[in-house]
């Protein structure tokens, strides 16, 4: 190999190894976040460790980890993809009960500082902190800004 040849492939190493250590790829496997995010969309989800201190914020997707129960009764550490609805210190109001009439019953969530509490965009399908309440923010593993995949759909997330 030439010089110059062998300086291109180190300087591409060195590009997608710091590309790799700031950020990870996640795919999407409900439809929980529908129509923003869609089964088998492939996520970039940027590390928490290079975010700042805003992180996370609400209307933020994150991505975090929470335990998730198998269908025999074992439970197992899982990454979900979820938007922020409130951070420590808000308070929210979150219906997820109708009543005979039609009317939802709200409730009063108090997010403790250092919790977030996240919500699906597809609330009907979504399992979110309505069911298992405020998450610590330190699960929040990073933040999803792309999709990759497929070419079609790739775009800025919002």
């Known amino acids: 190999m030439h010089t110059a ?3 291109y492939l180190a300087g591409l190493t ?3 190894s710091v590309i790799a250590s700031f950020t990870y790829f996640v795919r999407v496997i409900s439809e ?3 129509p923003t995010l869609l089964v088998d969309d492939r996520l970039l989800v940027i590390r928490r460790g290079v975010l700042t201190r805003c ?3 609400r209307g933020q997707i994150v991505v975090f980890t929470a335990d998730a129960k198998g269908s025999e009764g074992g439970s197992s550490r899982r990454r979900m993809v ?4 409130a951070t420590g210190g ?3 109001l979150v219906g997820d009960n109708f009543l005979a009439d039609g009317v939802c019953e709200l409730k009063r969530v108090d997010v403790p500082a250092g919790g ?3 919500l699906g965009d597809n609330r009907q399908v979504s399992r979110d902190s309505r069911e298992y309440g405020c998450i610590p923010s330190r699960q929040v593993t990073g933040l999803v800004v792309l999709v990759v995949w ?3 759909r790739a775009r800025v997330v919002r």
């Open 5 to 7: 040849e062998l300086v």
């Open 14 to 16: 060195l590009t997608f």
């Open 32 to 34: 929980s976040m529908a």
């Open 55 to 57: 992180f996370p914020a």
């Open 82 to 85: 979820k938007r922020v609805a």
């Open 90 to 92: 808000d308070s929210i």
């Open 116 to 118: 977030i509490y996240v």
């Open 150 to 152: 497929p070419l079609r």
